[in-house]
């Protein structure tokens, strides 16, 4: 009985003491889940703007095709002699000499 009026006794912690695990947990959520992610979409968005004709490229769907006409912010993509395609620069995924075979 007497170690628990001892320690309800014991002068309450500073402000800041109390906080700092909190603030350590943010910082570690930082630089393992927010910095990569800013990473990661800073090189998606350097590979679409870099892609030029004559890329092989996939798209997101799994559609794999080759770049003959870049305008701004749509690509045209040929899948065989006889398909093209319009879609956006955000559909493309990756370059097809990044797959792995």
Do not use: C
Request: a positive charge; glycine letters at 6%; charged letters at 25%.
């Amino acid at each position: 009985m007497q170690q628990l009026f001892i320690i309800l006794q014991s002068p309450p912690s500073s402000g800041f003491a109390s906080f700092l695990p909190f603030i350590l947990i943010m910082v570690v959520f930082y630089f393992f889940m927010i910095r990569p992610q800013i990473n990661k979409q800073r090189a998606d968005q350097k590979f679409q703007t870099e892609l030029k004709k004559g890329d092989k490229i996939v798209t997101i769907g799994g559609i794999y095709g080759k770049i003959i006409g870049v305008k701004e912010d749509k690509i045209i993509l040929e899948i065989n002699e006889n398909t093209k395609m319009t879609i956006e620069r955000n559909s493309i995924s990756r370059e097809k000499s990044m797959i792995r075979s």
